[in-house]
């Protein structure tokens, strides 16, 4: 966790709420722009939920513009997605480059490494307690900031605190994850798909696949 002095003497260009990969992307974007960023989470690394766990090639390109490369030998290279079901199933490679199945928590170390090399201030167990316009009330702790980026998931504070909840939809779904020492036996995402549910099957090692369940209650 960052020191706080500066926090309060100087107000921030931007102020991330949320810790995960998308909120640490938004705050090195910002950086290499010449702002002053912080990021808050109420967690501390690693921060993980159930995901697919692929990248895609847009996505490799994205973080090589944030600075953040791919070992070549990270994952598990991904050709395509597959969607399959009992009586027929589709499949389309990428028409540009491959992709990458990887665990979420090692993209996050990645992209925490690369937040601290950029001067993010990163404030882990660091819960947000509210937002005005002037800025970001922590516990005990008000942080002024012209900016307030909400990255704090589809369950969104900082959306409710905005307004903008009456914009947004409000069904839900349940997801399940768990990880199979077995070698992978495609080089695509396969999609199974099912009336109320799905489930994402992706390559994320030589010996491992991630497998993703979702549904629209969770008895399905």
């Given at each position: ?56 090639p847009e996505t490799i390109s994205a973080l090589g513009e944030l600075g953040v490369e791919i070992p070549p030998r990270a994952g598990h290279p991904i050709r395509g997605i597959r969607f399959l079901q009992p009586d027929a199933q589709v499949a389309a490679d990428f028409p540009q480059g491959t992709g990458v199945g990887i665990r ?117």
């Open positions: 966790m960052g020191a706080r002095s500066g926090l309060r003497q100087n107000k921030l260009d931007v102020f991330v709420v949320g810790g995960g990969p998308a909120g640490l992307a938004a705050a090195i974007a910002a950086r290499q722009r010449g702002m002053s960023v912080a990021v808050a989470d109420g967690s501390e690394p690693p921060i993980d939920k159930a995901c697919g766990e692929g990248l895609m979420r928590t090692i993209l996050h170390e990645w992209l925490i490494a690369r937040a601290e090399a950029c001067g993010v201030e990163l404030l882990w167990r660091t819960p947000v307690a509210g937002i005005t316009e002037a800025g970001v009330q922590l516990l005990g702790e008000f942080v002024p900031a012209r900016w307030i980026v909400g990255a704090d998931s589809s369950g969104s504070r900082v959306r409710r605190w905005s307004g903008l909840d009456a914009a947004s939809r409000q069904s839900q779904r349940y997801a399940t994850r768990r990880h199979y020492r077995v070698r992978p036996w495609s080089d695509h995402v396969e999609i199974y798909w099912g009336r109320h549910a799905q489930a994402y099957v992706t390559p994320i090692a030589r010996e491992e696949v991630c497998i993703v369940v979702m549904a629209k209650r969770a008895e399905d």
